[in-house]
C-alpha cells in the first residue's frame, strides 16, 4: 500500500503450498482449460470440497496475500524448476562483509573478532544513530597537517564525545583508541587470565559447597582488584564455561559424557554422533557399566576473575537518586532504544558510547528447492554487477498501468473534463479505463491468457472487464535489431506515448487489443469502482437503475461475516475499514511460450522447441475510491 | 483539450534537456546537464555556489578543469529528474578555516523527488530520492540507493548500494530487490518519465 498508484504486485505461489510440488504443475499442464489451476491446496488438503477451492479467486486483501505478494522486482526466478521465487524460496550465502560507511570489505576471519562492526573510523551517534564524524578540536595546522585532539562529533544532533570525556590523539585507528580509553578490556583480560590460571584447579571441584569455602577464603582479594569491564568479564565467563564443559565432560569416547556436553558444544553432540557408528563402545558401555566414579558437577562463576560480577547493595538506590536529581532529569537518562545497543549498565546519557557501525552484507541466493544458483553479486563491496542474475522481470511479461486519459462517452454519463482521472479518488460507480500495458523480455513470443473475477473480492464490489483477455506479445530481440530498423521503432514509441493525447478518438473495442508494438501489448481494462460501504448509501440509493441488485447482493450477502474491528460504529456496515477503499484487482495471468529446450539439445527429438508454461496471480492496485458520488 | 500553455512549459536544449521557464537555475554556466534531463518548475539549482579559485589555483583533481568555466559546481547525468521545488545545493565545509564549496555530482536515471533538497557530494545512478527528503553536505548516495519520502540523511552519511534509508535521522531500512532499476520496472522509469514531459 505503501506505493503510489498504479502499482503491480505478484503472488508467489509458495505461500498456498508449504512444499514446492512438482505435480500442482503437471495438475496445471493436465487441465489447462480450467481458469485457476494454482489454487490454493488443491493437491495435498483435497479433503475440502475440491471444487469450491478450485475456483476460489485470489482475494488481495485477505491476510495471508501479505504473504504472498511481492513487487516484481523483487522476484527471482528458477530455470531449472521453471517457477518464480520470492524472497521466501531462496536461500542467501554471504560473500562478504562490508563497512556501509567506509565500503571498505572486511574479510571473515575478521568478523568474528571484530564484533561484526567496523574496525576502522567509522561511529555512529549513541544518541541519534547519525555517522559521526572525525573532527579537531583546535584549528591549528602545522606543515599543512592539523594537529589534534580528536573528537568524534554528530553532525545532526551535535553530539560530541567531549560529552563523555573523550579524546583522540590521532585521527586514525579511532576504535582501538577508544576500547582502550572506555574498557579495561586488554588490561583486564590479562588480569582475568592470570587470576584464572591460579585458580583454575578450583574448577575441578566436585560439589559446589566445597567450593564456595574456597571462594569465601580468597574473596577478599578479588574485591579489592578494579572490577574489569563489560568486555573483559564476558571474555572471562566465556572462558570459565568452557572449562567448566571440559571438566565435566570426562572423556569423549564415553557417550554419556559427550551426552551431557553435546548441549553445550555442537563438537560434543558429532563425537555422540560418531560413536553411534562405533558400535563396538556404545555396547560394551552399556553392557559392562563399570561403577563410575562421582560425575563431576558445572558449577557457576563465583569470582570477579570468572567474570562474576556482584553489584554493590545500594546500586539501584544510587541510580534512582541520580535520576531524581536535578542535574539529571529527564534528559540524562538513556532511552530505551539507546541502551538497547550499549553495555547493559549504562542507564545515563553520560553512559552511551560511540558505536561502531555494524557491517553488512553481500549475498548470494540459491533456490530452495533445486539449490541452483539464482542470482551471485560480484565480490567487491563497491560493485553493482552481478554475475549471475535470474530475476523474474526477464521472464514474466512486465505490465505496467496507466489510466486512459478521457473516460469515452457512456450512456448516462456526459464526457467528463478531459482531465486524468485522479487515482487517489476514484469516483464510485463511474466508469474508469485502464491501459495495461505487457512488455515481453523473452526471446521467444508469448501467448498470454488474463482471467479475473468480474466483481473483485470484498465489500467494495468493483466490476472489472477485461476488454480483450487472449493476447500475444512479440518476441523481445536485440536492441541493435530495433536500431536498425531506423526511425519504424521511434514511431511506434510516439504514438504509444500519443495514446495518451488523442485517446479520447479511440474507442476501446471488445476482444482487441489498444495498441501492440514489437515485444508489448496493451489492453484495455474497464473498471466501474463500487461503493464504500458507508458514503455508498446515498450514492447506491440514487444510481438504483445502475447496479442496484449487486449493490444490495453485496450488502446482504457479507453482513453477517464482517466484523467491525475498530469497534467505533454501531452499524459495522457503515465503518470503511483501514484501505478498503482501495481499489486492488487481482488478475491471473497465464503464459504460454514455446521455448528451445535448452537441457536436451543433443538428444534430438522431434522439435527442438518445449511447450513451457507459467501461470500466476497479479494484483494491480488501480487507486483510491473517494467516498463521496460526486467528485 | 487543456488550454496550451504559453509557448510550451519547457526549453528543450540540443542534447534533450527539458527545462522549465519557471525554474530557478542560478550560474548556468557552472552547470553541467548530461542532455535528457528534466528540470521541473520552482526547482532552484544553485550553480551560482562554486569553489572559489583563488584559494585553489592548481585544482586537478577537479575533471572539468578543462572545460570554459574554471570549476563545475553541479554536474547532472543522463535522464535525471528534478521535481517541482527541489533544491539542488552544492554541499560546502569549513576546511583548514576556510569555507568552499565542493561539486554536486549527480548521475544518470536520478529522481529528486518535490521539495527535497540536495546538498550531497555525490549521488550515484539510478538513485531515487523520495519528496520532502533532505540529504545533508557531504552525503554519498551510491549506485541504486532509494530515500524514501521525508527522509533526512544526516551530513556526510554513505548509503551503499542496493539500500533503503528513511527515518530522521536516516538508517538503513532494507534493500532494493535484484530486479531494481530493469528498463520499465521499479526504478528503471527514468527513460518513460522523460517520454511524458511536457507533452
Redesign the interface.
Known sequence: MSRPFPYTYISCPCADTPVPNPARKRRSRESPQKANPDAPGTDEKGTITEDEEEEQTFDPRSPRSNFSL???????YCEDCHQIKCPRCITEEIVCW?C????FETPSSMVRSEGNRCARNCFNCPI????L?VSTLE?V?VNGT?QGPWVLS????MWTTLDIGIKFDKPTNIRTQLSKLTDSTSRGRQMSKSLGDLKSPLSTYASIDEHLSAAGDNGGPDQSAEPPGPDARFAALKGFYRNQIAETSTSPADPLGTDFAGGFSSPGALNRIMSLYTSSSRLSSLYNKKPKSKPPVMREALTASEGLKVPAPNAEDVVVRRMASDECGWDGVASIEQRSFQSPDARFVDDLLPLPVLL?TKRS?RCKSCKHIL?KPEFK??S?R?RI?L????YIP?A?LRPLTISPPQAGYPTAA?TVPNLDSLLPLKPVQLLLTL?NHMFDPVRVTLATPSVTPGRVGTKVTILCPQLDIGANSDVWDEALQGSAPGEQ?SSR??A??IGYEKVAEAGKVWDKGRNWTTVAIEVVPGTLPGGGRRASRANNDFNDGDDDDDDDSLDGKNFDWSGQSKDPNEQLQPDEDVLEIPIFVRMEWDSENQMEQSVSKSSDTVKRELAYWMVLGVGRISPELEG | ??PKAFKGEYIETDTGNKISRRAQIHGTQRIILGGKTVIQTDAVIRGDLYRSSSSHASSTDDPASAAPSPSVAITVGRYSYISKQAILRPPSRLH??VHSYYPLKIGDHVFVGERAVVEAASVGNHVHIGKEAVI??MAIL???AVVLDGT?V??????????VVGGR????VGE???????E????GLARERY??VG?
Open positions: 511481492y513487487p516484481p522486482e523483487q522476484l527471482l562490508y556501509p560507511n567506509c565500503l541519534c544513530t547519525a555517522p564524524a584549528n595546522t592539523q554528530c553532525g545532526y544532533c553488512r541466493k542470482v563491496p563497491q553493482t552481478f542474475r530475476i523474474a522481470l526477464s512486465l505496467t478531459p512488455k514509441r506515448s500519443g495518451m493525447g | 483539450m487543456p583548514r578555516g545533508g553536505g551510491k549506485d541504486f533526512v544526516p551530513a556526510g552519511m554513505v548509503v551503499p548500494s542496493w539500500c535521522p536516516a538508517r538503513i532494493v530487490g535484484e530486479g531494481y532499476g530493469v520499465g520496472a521499479d526504478g517520454r511524458l507533452r
